[in-house]
Structure formats: C-alpha cells, structure tokens
C-alpha cells in the first residue's frame, strides 16, 4: 500500500488500530482543536511531530509535504458516536467543523482517496438507531458532494465508504462472536480500500450482512400490512384537564 495517509478520529479504537498499522509510513493526525492536538499527541505510538491542529488552518500546508503520491484520508469519527439523546445543533456544529477538514485536505491539491468508515445502520437503521444512522449516511452525502465538487474544478478525488457492523478486538473474537469484524481487520480494510482509485461501497462483517438482509426483508413485509405507526399527542395546555 503506498501513499501517505491523513487520519481522521486518531482517537478511536480504530483510529489507534489504523496508527498501529502503519508502521512509520507518512502520516497526518487529525486534532480539532489546540486542547485536541495534546491529548492526539500523548496517543502511544503515535509520534507527536504527526499530529496536526486542523482548526488552526494548518492541513492544508502540511499536506503538501507529507510524502509522495495520493493522499489517503481515513475517516473514523465523523458526526456523533452513538448518542443517546438528540442533540441536533451541537452535532451539526461538529459536523461542519469536521467537513471543513476535509475540505482543507482537498484544498492541498492532491489527489485524495477518502475512505469513510461508516455502520450498517446507515443504510438499514433500526427504530431505535435513526438519528444514529441517519447522521452517518448525511456525512456520507456531505463527501460525496465535497468529492464531485473536488473533481468539477479539475482535481482527482474518490470516496470509498466501508459499514461494519459489531467492531471487537481480535482476541474476542470467539464462538458466535466471529461473525463480528475485528479493529484490526477494518483497519486493514480501510487502508487497502484507500489504495484504489475507484470507490468502493462494501458492508464489512457477517453480522452487517445479516443484519441488511434482515432489515430488508422487515421493511419488505411492513410494506404489505397496515401501518402501526402512532404520533405521540402534544401535552395538554396549561389548565387543560380531559
């Protein structure tokens, strides 16, 4: 696998696995903030002097010096991690703040190959997973746009979009727990998939595969019987009794 590579969500367990990974080869990780590039910097194996602060304007310039050939931007973390309460501005906010990254490393004018690790529940969210995965497959859109804008004005940019299911460690990876998609393999998956000039689109894991076929054929047969959705009604007004 050549070219240098851009990291975006270092901390990660798969961002950790992806730094393990390369072994020394050019490197850029992402920190958001000045307060972010110290905590990116203390990451074991993850030599400080490859930590950039993208929110100080800094991408772009470092870009143009990291190594040779096309530029892999791996994306682990973009977008909220498995919230459990809406919070629609706050997650927008860090949304926009972590595409414009992305638009810094476009803006270096190299050839970009995104590789966006994303979830099976963006394309197949369970009820209870919707703004979850509906997050993730708006990203997904966001670098599409970003990347087909990148290609209008001449540039070379591709995005490859990868949706696991369940991540475990390796050594977990036991008995029923195999139909699981360990760090390490994503990792691994992501980086290859960055070796390409053509996107790709590949659900990852037996378990995301299971669970597409599944939600399809639910979403098949609810096409066929009477809705049960219900809205909730609104409160009653101040004073109002039934």
């Known amino acids: 696998m050549t070219g240098p590579v851009v990291l975006v969500g270092p901390k990660t367990r798969l961002g950790r696995e992806v730094v393990a990974q390369l072994s020394g080869a050019p490197l850029l ?3 958001r903030d000045a307060a972010d590039a110290t905590v990116v910097a203390g990451l074991p194996g993850l030599d400080p002097s490859r930590v950039v602060d993208a929110g100080a304007g800094q991408l772009t310039e470092r870009i143009a010096a990291l190594g040779d050939g096309p530029v892999r931007l791996v994306v682990t973390a973009l977008g909220p991690v498995h919230p459990e309460t809406p919070r629609t501005s706050y997650d927008a906010a860090g949304v926009v703040r972590d595409l414009g990254f992305v638009e810094q490393v476009l803006a270096a004018g190299r050839p970009v190959r995104i590789v ?5 529940l963006a394309l197949a969210p369970g009820a209870d997973r919707r703004y979850y995965g509906g997050w993730k497959a708006l990203v997904e859109q966001q670098l599409q746009e970003l990347v087909d804008e990148c290609n209008r004005r001449g540039g070379r940019a591709s995005l490859s979009v990868l949706y696991p299911g369940r991540l475990l460690d390796a050594a977990e990876r036991r008995g029923r727990l195999r139909l ?3 760090y390490q ?18 659900t990852v894991g037996i378990d995301s595969r299971i669970w597409f076929l599944v939600r399809s054929i639910s979403l098949a047969l609810r096409s066929l ?18």
Not at 188 to 194: E, F, H, Q
Not at 225 to 242: A, M, N
């Open 29 to 31: 990780a992402v920190a």
């Open 116 to 120: 966006l690790v994303s979830t099976i």
């Open 180 to 182: 699981h998609t360990s």
């Open 185 to 202: 393999s994503l990792a691994a998956r992501a980086l290859a998939a960055g070796s390409t000039d053509r996107g790709v689109e590949r």
């Open 225 to 242: 019987t009477p809705s049960t959705r219900r809205s909730v009604p609104p409160p009653p007004e101040p004073g109002e009794t039934d």
